[in-house]
């Protein structure tokens, strides 16, 4: 994974008032912290920082963070973001070593056509949309994919089946269901849906 050159300023300034000052100016207050050094406070370019988390590796990019011309590699741990306009108000840095092993969260993806399911009249539910890996900075994947095409009626997918990158461990319970592809729904004499059994399903 390529690193992303992002500066941050030290800050002096703490508090509500001193970040909603930075927000109006178009930049984002922080914390840089790790290793056990003392955390830093810090701002960084609201835009420069949208850029960073904004490649394929998206908010697990990995970092230059040059913090008043002092370089550290890091990861974006924490975003917290306004509650309606959803934009990023505050992040914290945490500084990493390029051998050590990080706990990151990462997007769960569906990939390809369960055709057999769509024929069949069913439907596939994505359960899981992010879940825990342990892996290097530079081993993070931007995203975990998981193949949906050769589901059928009844087919249930795991953590444990998801294929792993190499260096990439699962933190999340691996019996914990990502994928159901259900059966249709039956109409009952009421007119409401029920989900027909798989059984039912394959002898239609």
């Known amino acids: 994974m390529a690193e992303i050159t992002l500066v941050a300023e030290v800050r002096a300034e703490r508090g509500s008032a001193a970040s909603r000052r930075l927000l109006a100016a178009g930049r984002i207050p922080g914390v840089v ?21 904004s490649t394929d590796a998206g908010v697990n990019a990995l970092l ?38 990080v706990s990151v969260e990462v997007a769960v993806n569906l990939v390809g056509e369960p ?18 890996v342990r892996a290097k900075p ?7 994919e998981v193949d949906v095409s050769e ?22 319970d691996a019996e914990t269901a990502v994928v159901v592809a259900h059966p249709p729904k039956a109409i009952g004499a009421d007119g409401a849906g029920e989900a027909a059994s798989p059984e039912a399903a394959s002898e239609s």
């Open 138 to 144: 530079a081993d993070i994947p931007s995203s975990l």
């Open 115 to 132: 055709l057999a399911v769509s024929r069949a009249g069913g439907s596939v539910e994505h359960l899981v949309l992010a879940t825990q």
């Open 33 to 53: 912290y790790g290793h056990g050094d003392t955390p830093v406070a810090v701002a960084v370019n609201a835009r420069s920082l949208r850029a960073a988390l």
């Open 64 to 101: 230059d963070l040059d913090v008043d011309g002092e370089r550290h590699l890091a990861i974006a741990r924490e975003l917290q973001r306004h509650p309606v306009r959803q934009t990023v108000s505050h992040v914290d840095f945490q500084v990493v070593r390029r051998d050590e092993v």
């Open 151 to 172: 589901m059928a009626i009844g087919d249930t997918i795991t953590l444990g089946d998801v294929a792993l990158p190499r260096g990439v461990e699962l933190e999340g």
